[in-house]
Every structure is written in structure tokens, then in C-alpha cells.
């Protein structure tokens, strides 16, 4: 079976070198700014709080669809984290520019909530390049030994806290004074910025020139998307398997199960979020062995509760048996997810943001084909096709095990005749 050791050009960036590792346990803190703004803003709370100033469904539709656009695109302006500034300088800046963008853009709501969407919409340029910031500080400080631990607090943090932190602001801005509710707000977005307190990055080499940086550059992307076991790599962050696209129609299923309205509220939203940070948590103790493999197999993990809401009957506890099995079980495997893609980084070298961001984008690739394909699954077979195909999909992962241990075990085979034949 294939291990870790093996290494790409990007792992051995000179300059680049781990000189003082950071404990996995920072980035809890380091994610949550990014994992609250991109929480609040597109995953339901701003959505409520439109709809209550006076937009329309499909408005509001309209706007989330907005605010994500970034998210697919925000490569495009992630290698400004690998210039200039130091990582840590340039996520201390975007995370202030997007928690003064989601405080002014909640300020203006109930005033003028066009107007807000506008000013999130901006913020999310921000919030993006938080996620190539910590994603490039994530390469070049954390211990590859240490990366599935950094991965599992990050990731708790980012389900988690992108649960959690958005329901308790919700909440406020229900329950209090927009001004209150504005500057919790604030406070919930930049406080985290005190675990930058004592990180020190390594020193990067000396740039030698701009066309050679790109050079390099260009030397860094071919390293981490062509070679073979990367390549392997790519296929699996595209393959349905560990995308979670349930996790986002499972409450509109819910009233074929016969739950009620505030049930869903609890089950999929505050308590879903703990129970994703759990699997998350425990998907850091996994084993270190071939990323590819582990990943692979925790996706083929969630057919079973999938498969569990499709042949139990249609009743409240089969929903919440059911949904809590996975959102545990997407947890994990986003822990593993992460793991991979840092794994498949290498260290930071000259453009670890870039390759950072350019293969998380990859990840939202299969949630937006499958949910589309569970939507028509839906029309075509009623609500039970939604987890069906979810529970189809989880098992696509393993015939592709097979076939990478039977390349690997070949690759190998090849080189021991080689390294023979020149003996």
C-alpha cells in the first residue's frame, strides 16, 4: 500500500522548511473567522433576516446565489497570500476587511437589504482569501505528522463554528438591539485573530525575479497536479463520495419523515453543526496511511446512513437516526478531505495559497452536480431518491481503491525490476 513518504518537487521547496511546527489545535481558532462569515451569509441565517426586510423568496434566492460565486472563483485572486506579505499579515487583513464588511452590511439590513447584499457580497472577496491565508499557514507550519489533527480542528471548526456561530447570531439579531447585534457580530469575527499571537512563519527564499518566480511557480502547479499519485488525488476530490450534498436537502425531506419545523432546526442546524465538529474531531485520530485511501474509504462510510433513510419507514426517528449518522460520518470525511488536499500542497513553497485554494475550489464541484442529480432523483422517484442516489454515489470510491493499490503495487513492481536490471 502506498505511504505518505513519497514526494512531490513542491515538498522540497528550498527556504521553505518547517523550523517551528504549530500545534493542529490553532487552527480552531484561525478557521472560525472564515467558517462564521461564510456561514451567516450563505448557508441561512442573512437568508431569514432579507426575507424578513421585505425581499421575496426568489430574491433572496437570487442573493445567495451571489455570495457564492466567490467561493468558485476565488483561485483567481488567492496568490495574493503567496506575495509581498507574510500569510499571516494577509489573513489578519482580510479577516478585518470581511468582519467590518458582514458588521456594516448587517448595520444596513433592515434599512436597505440590497444595499447589504452588495456590502457581503464584497466581504466575501475578503472571507475567500482568509481561506487561502490559513489553507498556505496550514503547509508551511503545521508537521506533515501533525496534518490530520490540524485538518480535524479546522474542520470542526469550519462545520462546527459555521453551525453554531451563525445560529447564535442569528439569535441576537432576533432577540436584541441591531446595534448590539452588529458589534457581537464584529467581536465573533475578529477575535480569533489572537491566535496569530507568537506564529512565525518560516523565512521564504528570496524572490529571484519575476518571470523565474512564475517559473517556479508554474514548476510548483505541474508538481501537484501531474504526478501520478496527485492525479489520483484530483479524481477523488471530484468524485461524489464526501461531498455532502445531503447535508443541504435534508430538511426539505424532513416533512416526509413526519418532522416537525423546529425539530429540523436543531437536528440539521446548532446540533447538526456539533455533530459534524465531533466527526471531524475523531476523524484526526485516523491512522496515518495513504490519504487517498483513507479518504476514499470514509466517502464509501456515508452510504450507510444514506442507505438507512432509504429502506427504514418514513417516520421521525428513522430522520434522526439517520440524519445524525451522517452528519457524523461527512465530518469525518471532511477531516480526510483537508488532510488530502494538504497533503497533495506539499509544503508552501511559492504558491502554497494558490494550490491550496485551487484544489479546495475542486471540492464544491461535486455538491453542485449532486445536488442536482438527488433534485432529479426527487422528481423522478419521489423524496426516498434523494438519499438513494446519495447512498449510490458514497460507493463510487471503491472500485477506484482497487484500481490505485493495483497501480501502485505495479509502479513498484516496475521500479524493482529497473533498480535489478541496472544492478
Avoid at 184 to 190: F, P, Y
Amino acid at each position: 500500500m502506498p505511504t505518505h513518504s513519497s514526494a512531490s518537487p513542491s515538498d522540497r521547496t528550498p527556504g521553505d522548511a518547517i523550523t517551528r511546527p504549530v500545534g493542529p489545535s490553532r487552527f480552531l481558532w484561525i478557521v472560525l473567522p472564515y467558517a462564521v462569515y461564510i456561514g451567516f451569509t450563505t448557508n441561512g441565517g442573512a437568508s431569514l433576516l432579507l426575507r424578513r426586510a421585505g425581499l421575496s423568496v426568489g430574491e433572496v434566492a437570487n442573493a445567495i446565489a451571489l455570495l457564492g460565486i466567490p467561493a468558485t472563483l476565488y483561485f483567481l485572486w488567492s496568490p495574493l497570500a503567496d506575495l509581498w506579505l507574510p500569510r499571516r499579515t494577509w489573513y489578519a487583513l482580510s479577516t478585518s476587511l470581511a468582519g467590518i464588511a458582514l458588521a456594516l452590511g448587517c448595520w444596513v439590513l433592515e434599512r436597505d437589504p440590497k444595499l447589504s447584499i452588495w456590502i457581503f457580497f464584497i466581504g466575501m472577496l475578503f472571507c475567500m482569501l482568509i481561506s487561502s491565508a490559513y489553507g498556505g499557514l496550514m503547509a508551511s507550519l503545521v508537521a506533515p505528522e501533525q496534518r490530520t489533527r490540524a485538518s480535524a480542528w479546522a474542520q470542526a471548526s469550519n462545520l462546527g463554528g459555521g453551525a453554531i456561530g451563525p445560529g447564535m447570531l442569528l439569535y441576537v439579531a432576533l432577540h436584541i438591539t441591531s446595534s448590539a447585534w452588529v458589534l457581537i457580530t464584529l467581536v465573533l469575527v475578529m477575535l480569533p485573530m489572537v491566535a496569530l499571537i507568537g506564529l512565525q512563519e518560516p523565512a521564504r527564499a528570496p524572490t529571484p525575479g519575476f518571470r523565474l518566480h512564475l517559473r517556479e511557480i508554474g514548476h510548483e502547479l505541474r508538481a501537484t497536479c501531474l504526478l501520478p499519485r496527485n492525479f489520483f488525488g484530483l479524481l477523488l476530490l471530484l468524485a461524489p463520495p464526501g461531498a455532502g450534498a445531503l447535508i443541504g436537502l435534508l430538511p426539505a425531506i424532513s416533512p416526509d419523515y413526519h418532522v416537525a419545523g423546529t425539530s429540523v432546526v436543531w437536528i440539521n442546524g446548532i446540533g447538526g453543526g456539533a455533530l459534524m465538529a465531533v466527526g471531524c474531531l475523531i476523524g484526526g485520530w485516523v491512522p496515518r496511511f495513504d490519504r487517498r485511501i483513507a479518504y476514499a474509504l470514509a466517502g464509501a462510510l456515508n452510504a450507510l446512513p444514506a442507505a438507512f433513510l432509504v429502506f427504514a419507514p418514513p417516520t421521525a426517528t428513522t430522520y434522526v437516526i439517520g440524519t445524525v449518522a451522517y452528519l457524523f460520518t461527512i465530518g469525518l470525511t471532511s477531516t480526510l478531505s483537508m488532510d488530502l488536499v494538504l497533503d497533495m500542497v506539499g509544503v508552501a513553497g511559492r504558491s502554497g495559497s494558490l494550490r491550496y485554494s485551487i484544489l479546495s475550489a475542486l471540492s464544491y464541484v461535486p455538491i453542485a452536480y449532486m445536488t442536482w442529480l438527488e433534485g432529479r432523483a426527487a422528481d423522478a422517484f419521489g423524496f426516498k431518491g434523494v438519499p438513494a442516489i446519495e447512498a449510490l454515489s458514497a460507493l463510487f470510491d471503491l472500485p477506484l481503491i482497487l484500481i490505485w493499490v493495483w497501480w501502485a503495487r505495479r509502479s513498484r513492481t516496475r521500479s524493482g525490476t529497473t533498480i535489478t536490471a541496472s544492478a
